[in-house]
T-cell receptor, first 111, second 111 residues
Framework: DAGVIQSPRHEVTEMGQEVTLRCKPISGHDYLFWYRQTMMRGLELLIY????????DSGMPEDRFSAKMPNASFSTLKIQPSEPRDSAVYFCASSGGVEQYFGPGTRLTVT | TQLLEQSPQFLSIQEGENLTVYCNSSSVFSSLQWYRQEPGEGPVLLVTVVTGGEVKKLKRLTFQFGDARKDSSLHITAAQPGDTGLYLCAGADNYGQNFVFGPGTRLSVLP
């Protein structure tokens, strides 16, 4: 198995632009998680899905953030409009039980 | 809100030394996980502990879950440079999928 796949690996954009991050979970996993990691705040859970349905989005910082999971093999995290304080590494993880498997992350820089 | 604290925040030791890092909370968790994260990569799961008082060993790493399921420790024997990384603990709520991560202990093992 290729593991959790994220794209792009790096994204540099200007303030105000829309950013879309993509994730392909491990086949057969029914949970998908989006995290954000910064030096100041560490690793924060943004939202997680079970069987493509959002279960808890209380970690989504504000309305500029949205996440979708149209099918079991694909999820997106969108930021519109982006702001410099959104700069971070965004991780996607999937799980078939208790253990979570993380992707390599997308490093987002908003200038 | 469940919060996890980790100590020490940073640790730099010589190859061959032993060390222990701690993960503490005032909340009870249904399970607790330890991850290691290397630069530019996502966290990789090391172990999951579920039962209060549980001890698990993974080669030179020994993990213990506190009797009250509020704290955990990770002990490394004869540390090696390959153990260098960010060690994160994560606690799961009663549903078992909403994880809270600690800020991490950044370990550096010098040859």
């Amino acid at each position: 198995d290729a593991g959790v796949i994220q794209s792009p690996r790096h994204e540099v954009t200007e303030m105000g632009q829309e950013v879309t991050l993509r994730c392909k979970p491990i086949s057969g996993h029914d949970y998908l998680f989006w995290y954000r990691q910064t030096m100041m705040r560490g690793l924060e859970l943004l939202i997680y899905f079970n069987n493509n349905v959002p279960i808890d989005d209380s970690g989504m910082p504000e309305d500029r953030f949205s996440a979708k999971m149209p099918n079991a093999s694909f999820s997106t995290l969108k930021i519109q409009p982006s702001e410099p304080r959104d700069s971070a590494v965004y991780f996607c993880a999937s799980s078939g039980g208790v253990e979570q498997y993380f992707g390599p992350g997308t490093r987002l820089t908003v200038t | 809100t469940q919060l996890l604290e980790q100590s020490p925040q940073f640790l730099s030791i010589q190859e061959g030394e032993n060390l222990t890092v701690y993960c503490n909370s005032s909340s009870v968790f249904s399970s607790l996980q330890w991850y290691r994260q290397e630069p530019g990569e996502g966290p990789v799961l090391l172990v999951t502990v579920v039962t209060g008082g549980e001890v698990k060993k993974l080669k030179r790493l020994t993990f213990q879950f506190g009797d009250a399921r509020k704290d955990s420790s990770l002990h490394i024997t004869a540390a090696q440079p390959g153990d260098t990384g960010l060690y994160l603990c994560a606690g799961a709520d009663n549903y078992g999928q909403n994880f809270v991560f600690g800020p991490g202990t950044r370990l550096s093992v010098l040859p």
